[in-house]
């Protein structure tokens, strides 16, 4: 039976690489940081690393490793079990009750990724009497999310205001019960932040809850790092918040959701993804309430990142490359056609800078881009480093 499916499935295969969509895997063999050492799959030797989550360059810190090391000792590897069962250890309710006092919100919940707790969260509190109000540019995981609930289903325009009271009055009229507005913080494909006093303003005059996912904001958007609701000042008024372990806050893995106490005590009731997969293990919970007690002065980190984005945005722009507007560290350089974002990017790897190509199905046809993210572990010397290796690449590539 195989043997005609792996047929189809070459075929498939063969039609990704000749459309120019494929995604190479790049092997690193050193710790994540501002410069890593490719093995594998481009150009080996040392380069500098534009394209990691890594924003606080926090996920190679010694105090965070060292944390992690004494949890090896202390907690064990892993757990071996969910959470219900004899999953739970102390540390994990430390954790949870850390990051409910650092959101502003009453509970968090574990999970062992942010993709899981998008997935957790729609079909356990709608039902298909109710409505969920999606940004068209959320998060594959949240878009997974809400396919898994009866809810009906409303989008609307990225960051648009009018569309969005447009579809809160479709969902009024067709007598939903309850109402969930859901947008990511931050919109990973184009650092466009998401407008929540608006979204808060509107779910207020619509008796609608609100729901961010703040993966690539929290740790270091907000005079405090508490991501976009802190930015807007709407920590008070939105009702859930969803992030990830795994990028500013040390760069490893799980997931949360903070929110009002009864959501949280119900998604342990019913989240299949929270009762069915094994528990955050150990030692990433007693690294991630080290990264929480980094974050408490890390102002300087914060204030580096905001420089370092503000170079690259400046020079990059100075040099005619299409950035979209913005200010948040990641900064999509738009290439347009597929093939000539994966080639730029390999001349940037030649040129010693590390970046990826991003092309359909993570962006839209036609929109392929390279996404350059920047770090507070990277120098001023990095950033202008990293400008003029795409100053030459552009160069060789269009001669």
């Known amino acids: 039976m195989f043997d005609s499916v792996r047929d189809d499935l070459r075929a498939t295969l063969d039609e990704i690489r000749a459309a120019g969509l494929h995604k190479p895997e790049r092997v690193i063999g050193t710790p994540q940081s501002a410069t890593v050492n490719v093995t594998a799959g481009g150009r080996p030797g040392e380069v500098l690393n534009f394209c990691a989550n890594n924003y606080l360059g926090l996920a190679d810190h010694p105090e965070v490793v060292a944390a992690a090391h004494e949890a090896l000792d202390r907690w064990g590897y892993g757990m071996a079990s969910v959470r219900f069962i004899c999953g739970t250890q102390e540390v994990h309710k430390e954790l949870e009750a850390r990051l409910s006092a650092f ?46 609930s009866k809810a009906r289903r409303f989008r609307y325009a990225n960051r648009d205001m009018a569309d969005l009271e447009a579809q809160l009055k479709e969902a009024v009229a067709a007598g939903a019960r309850r109402k969930l507005i859901v947008t990511d913080g931050v919109f ?176 839209p046809q036609g929109q392929a881009r390279i996404r350059v993210q920047l770090s507070a572990a990277h120098s001023l010397e990095d950033v202008n480093r990293a400008v003029d290796a795409f100053v030459a690449a552009r160069a060789e590539l269009k001669g």
């Open 103 to 148: 959101l502003g919100q009453e509970d968090t919940i574990l999970y062992s990724s942010c993709f899981d707790a998008n997935g957790g969260v729609f079909e356990t509190l709608l039902g298909a009497e109710d409505a969920v109000i999606s940004d068209a540019l959320n998060h594959a995981s949240i878009i997974d999310g809400i396919r898994l």
């Open 188 to 363: 990973s494909m184009d650092g466009y932040v998401a407008p929540l006093k608006d979204v808060c303003d509107l779910a207020d005059r619509y008796d609608a809850m609100v729901m961010v996912d703040d993966s690539h904001a929290v740790g270091f958007v907000g005079p405090g790092g508490r991501g976009t609701p802190e930015l807007h000042g709407v920590m008070d008024r939105v009702d859930i918040i969803t992030g990830t372990l795994g990028k500013a806050l040390g760069g490893a893995s799980g997931g949360y959701v903070a929110a009002r106490a009864e959501i949280v005590a119900l998604l342990r009731q019913r989240s299949r993804p929270y009762l069915f997969s094994n528990t955050l293990a150990p030692v990433i919970a007693a690294a991630s309430l080290k990264v929480l007690d980094l974050l408490e002065s890390a102002d300087d980190l914060r204030v580096r990142l905001a420089e370092n984005t503000a170079l690259f945005r400046r020079r990059m722009t100075e040099e005619g490359f299409d950035i979209l507007p913005g200010d948040h560290a990641i900064a999509p350089v738009m290439i347009g056609d597929a093939s000539e974002a994966g080639r730029m990017a390999e001349l940037l790897l030649e040129r010693g800078v590390y970046v990826i190509g991003f092309s359909y199905p993570v962006v």
